[in-house]
């Protein structure tokens, strides 16, 4: 059952707060991680399994992955919007993560060469 997959990957904190990331901008792992200060391999895991519920979808472009939200998805279950677009908005947590995210666009990197510095949001 579709619906009972998506429920358990809506189920983690940071399956979520990834939803809120990507549902602004397509983004790759590396930006994922660091804009919310989890490991790559942490990052990965979560994105597997809203891979797997399909509340993901990615492109690839050269050797970069670049993850979003799906759409398609939001039209079928449209409780996922409504938790994306409303609820998230009185979570400090979230709310941070998303300043984070557009303190980390406003910087000029990419995943690219996110890989060669230490990035560090103390820094800009």
């Known amino acids: ?65 670049y993850y979003q939200l799906n759409e398609e998805l939001l039209e079928v279950y449209p409780f996922i919007k409504q938790l994306l677009f409303q609820d998230f908005k009185s979570n400090s947590k979230f709310q941070e993560d998303l300043k984070r995210l557009k303190q980390y666009k406003s910087s000029g990197l990419c995943c690219q060469n996110l890989r060669d510095i230490e990035f560090d949001f103390k820094k800009i």
Do not use: F
């Not at 189920?11 to 983004?27: A, F, G, Q, T, W």
């Open 1 to 65: 059952m579709k619906v009972l997959t998506i429920l358990k990957a809506l189920s983690d904190e940071n399956r979520l707060r990834i939803l809120n990331i990507v549902k602004e901008s397509p983004l790759c792992v590396g930006e994922i991680q660091t804009i919310l200060a989890i490991n790559q391999s942490n990052a990965s895991r979560h994105l597997d399994k809203l891979k797997n519920s399909e509340l993901i979808i990615y492109n690839k472009d050269a050797q970069w992955i």
